[in-house]
């Protein structure tokens, strides 16, 4: 039986859907059987993160309705072999499924696959509820924000209520610089106030934009930052004990400098 | 001018991250009690179960808030009381 | 499903209500499925009705205001050249479809305006783009191999012809500035450009 996990976050425009193909990218690049989940009925996403759109032609809706079988709505990626995607419907409503469907639907692809990944949408309504619905766990993303932090409390308080526990954190968008002037909340800060287990930190990477223009997820990128962080997520999810990124390492001009002369 | 030379050498007290952590503390003090409308129910339920031992009072009109000032966050009850009970909750234990 | 021959207008939203989307009887389109497609898209002809969430709607009966000079008698089809002219239906559609909306139509499809990403047309006859087709189409949704789909900027996230089913390859690729025409040519779907005065021009379904 596979892992079924929620990357949820209550505000929207903090990078769940990033997270999601990136995560599930590099759990696929490490050779499990992974399913990314899109539940966000009625604003699709994740099918153009991943460049894969033009090969839609049943969604979940069609699946949790009947209208297709399980099989012949899930997407092969193009780059992963055990890579695949369930898209949402674009042209219906969200009320279209109920938790009670996604649970069945989780459930079964939990039988087949080592990860199922579920992009939640925004806000904490019926996609949200249907959304936890099946996982058994859950990672919350945030960013050094005030409105970002608190909807962040908000959705882990849901969670647990939800029965699932101990929920990880992703903090999203992090810049060192400012991190080291005191104008943004750092990591610990963040920890400090929510009390969770973190996943990991992603610093501001502004290749995050390159790569989403071409439906490309970071991770596929050896020299992007985030995505070197989303890796690191991808191997502590299945167990291994990697440290935090080090995100002063190359900040700082001084520490260029150093770097370029050789004193590092 | 000092503002900005505290600014410059950083270790600032009011940098505008600890004013947003301080910020944060205080809303998710009032959103996590926020949370739970039910659990309001309980304290209003148990703390007439308590109070009628002693007095009678109007559940009705019982109010019980959770009120945020400035910095600080209070639990307000507003009890309106019918009659004090004479016999105290001791005799009803042995009767 | 049951065909709208004969009453003007008729659209498959309208149908929502004769047959239950779930559990209702399947289109006879299901019978001419033929053995060259796949049993994986078989059921795609089974479309999904009037479960959009932002959709278009046309009323039964609704009148174009006429002038008073213009009598609106019903054509009379004596000689064949003109009866040739005359379709079933065709709706004409004033503006941008969006993301999340869907078209569904008993006949032709005519837009004056774009097709954008996310939204779709499903049509029963053709569909004619008069702007950019960016959108999921699908033209003889019932089955009509004949069935064309025409743009001046035809780059739709996928394309559908009756029972064929044709998406963008992957990577870049030049896309021409002229209009250009989708239709089903020898079992596969090909691009042409759009030509006016060709003999299969006219013979359109």
């Not at chain 1, 936890?132 to 970002?148: D, L, R």
Request: charged residues 25%.
């Amino acid at each position: 039986m596979g892992e079924v996990i929620v990357i949820t976050s209550g505000k929207g425009g903090v990078g769940k859907t990033t997270a999601t193909a990136n995560i599930g990218t590099a759990l696929a690049a490490l050779g499990h059987k992974v399913v990314m989940v899109d539940t966000d009925i009625g604003l699709r996403n994740l099918d153009v993160v991943l460049g894969l759109e033009n090969r839609i032609v049943y969604d979940i809706v069609d699946v949790t309705h009947g209208n297709c079988r399980l099989k012949q709505a899930l997407i092969k990626d193009k780059r992963f072999e055990g890579l695949h995607l369930l898209p949402a419907a674009q042209t219906k409503d969200k009320t279209a499924v109920n938790p009670e469907q996604m649970r069945e639907l989780c459930s079964e692809l939990a039988k087949q696959f080592d990860y199922v990944i579920i992009d939640c949408p925004a806000g904490i309504e019926q996609g949200f509820k249907n959304a936890i619905a099946g996982a058994e766990k859950a990672i919350v993303v945030t960013t050094p924000e005030v409105s970002a932090v608190r909807d962040a409390d908000r959705i882990i308080g849901l969670l647990e209520s939800a029965e699932l526990r101990d929920p990880k954190l992703i903090v999203n968008r992090i810049r060192p610089l400012m991190v080291k002037k005191g104008d943004m909340m750092s990591m610990d800060d963040i920890i400090d106030i929510l009390a969770v287990n973190v996943l990991g930190i992603v610093p501001e990477d502004e290749m995050i934009v390159v790569t989403t223009n071409k439906g490309e997820p970071a991770v596929l990128d050896n020299y992007s930052r985030a995505g070197q962080a989303y890796r690191n997520m991808a191997r502590r999810i299945t167990g291994e004990e990697i440290p935090l990124m080090d995100l002063e390492a190359d900040t700082g001009f001084m520490n260029k400098l150093k770097k370029l002369i050789g004193f590092k | 001018m000092l503002e900005f030379l505290l600014r410059v050498f950083g270790k600032n007290s009011s940098s505008s991250k600890n004013v947003a952590k301080e910020r944060l503390r205080l809303v998710l003090v009032h959103d996590r009690a926020d949370v739970s409308p039910q659990l309001l129910e309980e304290l209003k339920e148990d703390l007439i179960k308590v109070i009628s031992n002693y007095m009678e009072i109007d559940e009705s009109a019982l109010e019980v808030n959770l009120d945020t000032s400035d910095n600080m966050v209070a639990l307000v009850a507003n009890i309106p009381v019918i009659r004090m009970k004479r016999t105290a909750k001791r005799s009803e234990k042995i009767g | 499903m049951k065909k709208a021959k004969g009453s003007k207008a008729k659209t498959l939203f309208e149908q929502k209500e004769e047959t239950d989307i779930m559990t209702g009887e399947t289109p006879d389109i299901q019978n001419q499925v033929t053995e060259e497609m796949p049993a994986e898209l078989a059921s795609i002809l089974d479309l999904e009705v009037g479960e959009t969430g932002n959709r278009i709607e046309f009323e039964e009966g609704e009148k174009v205001p006429v002038p008073e000079k213009l009598s609106f008698k019903p054509l009379v089809h004596k000689d064949p050249w003109q009866q040739a002219f005359v379709d079933e239906n065709t709706i004409l559609i004033k503006r941008t479809v969006r993301s999340g909306q869907s078209i569904q139509f008993d006949g032709n499809v005519v837009v004056l305006g774009d097709v954008n990403p996310g939204s779709e047309i499903v049509a029963s006859g053709n569909i004619i783009v008069m702007g950019a087709l960016r959108g999921v189409v699908h033209a003889g949704a019932t089955g009509n191999k004949e069935a064309t789909v025409s743009a001046f900027k035809l780059q739709p996230t996928q394309l559908r012809i009756a029972n064929h089913i044709t998406r963008a390859p992957d990577g870049d690729y030049l896309s021409p500035d002229h209009p250009e025409t989708a239709r089903i040519k020898d079992g596969i779907v090909v691009i042409e450009v759009y030509q006016l005065g060709q003999d299969r021009q006219t013979k359109i379904c």
